[in-house]
Each structure stands twice: as C-alpha cells, then as structure tokens.
C-alpha cells in the first residue's frame, strides 16, 4: 500500500489536518499492505457501527471506567471475547450494531467478511483509542465522526526522519445521520491532535492496551504522604551533621505537552540514583513505574503520589540523579550515570556508576544531576518556571525537556 501526503488548493482544510493529492511532499510505502487494507476497512467498517446511536453510547461509556480518566480506550479484541460493554456490564451494543452491519452488507468500503475482521481483531488485538472525544464533545449532538486508522510501521517510519515528530494517522470524515447505503465522501485526510482537539475522532489500532484489572490496580495504588514532625524546608549543609535527616518531596508533577506521538498516551517511569557505601557501586531505585498520562491531561499538574523521593539523603551522598523515560516502542534505552559520594570526614569524594533502563520499549527523556547542598539551600525561588505552593509555602518549579516538577526539603536538623 502506498500513501502520497500532499496538500490540495481546491478546498479548504481544517486545522491540524493534511489532505492527500497529487501534489506528493514524501512518499510511505508500507511492507505489510495487507495489514494495513485490512485496518483500513475495519475502520470504515467501525465507522458506520458507530451510525447506531446506541453503540455510540457504549463508545462515550467507557470513558467513565476507572483507569481511563474520561478518555476512551476500548480493547476490541477483549470485547468480541466477551461480548460484554465494560461499563456498564451487559450485552455489548458495540457487537450487536457490528454483527447487524455485517448481515446487511451494503457498503461497498467493505471487501472483508465479518468473520475476517473480527478474527484480524482477535490475532492483532485491535483497540480504539479517542483521546479528546469525550472530553470535548457531546455524543447527543455529534453529526460527523473522524475515524482513523494507526499503524507501528508508519509512526517508526516517521521517527526515524524526525525523533520530534508529534504524530499523525491517515483517516477518513463519517456522516452519522447519512443511511449506510448513501455514498460520502471518499477524501481522505492526515489528523493530529490539533485536528481532534477540534473534530470528534477515533483511532483503531494494535495498541498496548491496559485490561481493566491493570486499570483498576493503578488507580487503587498510591503511597501515604507521611507526615514528618519537627521540619524545616530549607538548610544550609553545615548546619546538618550525620544524624540529621533530609527528606526530598516531589508533590506534584506534569508534562507540559504530550512526549509521545498522537495517539498515545504517555507512561512514564521515573528513577532516582544515589551512591552507596564508598567501594560500592550506585543505587537505582524506581520512585514510579508506567505512569499514564492522557494526551488530553498534558498540560494539568497531578499529584505524583510519591511519599518521599528520598526517604533521607544522607550525609555521605553529595548529589543524585533524576532520569525520566519514556515508553516508545522501537526504544530500549540503558544509560550509565555516576554519583558522588564521601569517603571520608575530610569531604574527599569518589564516583560510583550505576546502569539505568534496559526496559523494553523504554526511552529516555532526561537525566539530570542534583547537588544536594543547592537543592536543600533555596528551594523556593522561581527558576523561570512559575512556582507551586505546598502547604502553604511556594516552591521553584524544575523542567526538564517536557518535564515539569518541583521538590520540598523537609530536614530534621
């Protein structure tokens, strides 16, 4: 299959969106046409089962499951399985519109069977993804429906370009209230998020989609913020001495846009090394582990549901390293970094390296070293990233490439 992405003059384009015309700016030729034909068909095909209105319910519904944060993200191929809405657990209107479409037969976009679509879903587990449609659009008043169609070859095709790329997928405008025998619009289009900011879409895709078990489990798990007695939130390192206790906070953190390319969201996973005994080597631990962000959360700060970043930075540790990475397939990141410790009253210090990531699909997004003394000395003033008040007291807001967050000393002298 072969895609030509060009822009036409002849009519007008909506932001965000390219329309595909003679006039060829780069040329896509995919290894695998047959997936591709396949999902493509599958999409329009999904696109006039979501003409009956109450499969159109079921799509909006499921935005409301806990773990999808009034994002829509269904699992196609768990669906059929079980032929169950996940919302509201019964009978799914979703399969019942599929398998009615499929007996009438009347849409000429449809080359497969019903059984080779539903078993291309199962062996592909196919998903919907719709980042924006809930959130921006009422399902009661929707006349038109942008469906998409997203493949892993063509985003590493992109990458591969541009690392910066921010993500596009061929897609095709449905009209909900045409009857599925009147013929609409052929043109199809690129879209992006701004397009879908805009226009109400959905994307089908082989998508890493979390069960409903999994999201259930990361939204059910968080950590005390424990309170500590006795604190203050800023020290110089000569007023501490080896019993003091120098915790480190993150309270909240966000992105201030999305890392990963439309339509993903991101899961990130954050470390924090520290040295360790002189002679030894640096410790590595995982402060969060594939935490999801929604592209249509980026932006909004989240608390991070961190206790403590560092329990208690002791004496002996003169600095530690922050890294966020970043899940992108067609990236296994493993980064080696050095920490400094004490190895004597004296203040002479030794390097010690540790090794991070080795994740599979796991890219990096920043690694940053923080001096202990500078860190706990002022953290309050603005870095030229606005500031954020915990408990009552503002603190100096850090970015790191999309990165945004702050920390709060609370130090037991």
């Known amino acids: 299959m072969i895609f030509l992405l060009g822009i036409t003059s002849c009519q007008e384009i909506p932001d965000g969106i390219q329309a595909l015309d003679d006039q060829v700016e780069e040329l896509y030729v995919s290894k695998v046409p047959e997936y591709e034909s396949k999902l493509k068909h599958l999409t329009l095909f999904m696109g006039q089962v979501f003409q009956d209105p109450n499969a159109r319910a079921e799509l ?112 095709r405008v449905i009209n ?25 879409t959905i994307v089908l895709g082989a998508f890493d989609l979390e069960s409903e078990s ?76 594939s935490l999801e962000i929604k592209r249509s959360d980026a932006g909004n700060w989240r608390t991070s549901n961190l206790s403590f970043l560092i329990n208690n930075w002791v004496d002996m540790q003169v600095d530690m390293k922050l890294l966020l990475f970043n899940k992108r397939p067609g990236n296994s990141d493993e980064v080696q970094v050095s920490v400094n410790v004490k190895t004597n009253s004296q203040g002479q210090t030794e390097t010690q390296f540790a090794t991070v990531g080795d994740v599979s699909y796991y890219q990096i997004h920043f690694a940053q070293t923080f001096n202990k003394c500078g860190t706990i000395n ?20 850090e970015r790191f490439g999309k990165f945004e967050f702050y920390l709060v000393p609370q130090i037991q002298i």
């Open 214 to 289: 999994e999201k259930a489990k990361r939204t059910s798990t968080s950590q005390e913020n424990f309170a500590v007695q006795n604190f203050v939130n800023s020290a110089n390192c000569q007023d501490l001495n080896q019993n003091s206790v120098v915790r480190i906070l993150m309270p909240n953190l966000r992105l201030t846009s999305s890392i990963r390319p439309w339509p993903h969201p991101d899961q990130l996973t954050l470390y924090v090394v520290l040295g360790t005994n002189p002679g030894g080597n640096g410790q590595v631990n995982t402060l969060f582990n």
């Open 176 to 200: 909900l209230t045409k009857n599925i025998n009147e013929t609409s619009d052929n043109q199809e289009i690129f879209v992006s998020d701004e397009y879908a900011k805009k226009n109400p």
């Open 378 to 397: 002022n953290p309050f003033s603005n870095r030229g990233f606005g500031q954020r008040s915990y408990l009552g007291v503002n603190y100096g807001v």
């Open 60 to 171: 909006f519904a499921t935005s409301k499951i806990e773990g999808n944060q009034d994002e829509i993200s269904i699992d196609l191929a768990y669906l059929f399985e079980s032929g169950v809405d996940p919302f509201a657990k019964k009978k799914s209107a979703i399969i019942d519109a599929f398998y009615k479409l499929g007996a009438a037969r009347v849409s000429s976009e449809v080359d497969y069977s019903v059984e080779e679509l539903i078993d291309f879903i199962r062996k592909n587990e196919i998903g919907i993804m719709a980042p924006y449609l809930a959130k921006n659009f009422e399902e009661s008043f929707l006349n038109e429906l942008t469906v998409s169609w997203w493949t892993q070859e063509f985003e590493d095709w992109k990458l591969a370009k541009d690392q910066d790329w921010k993500g596009e997928t061929k897609a």
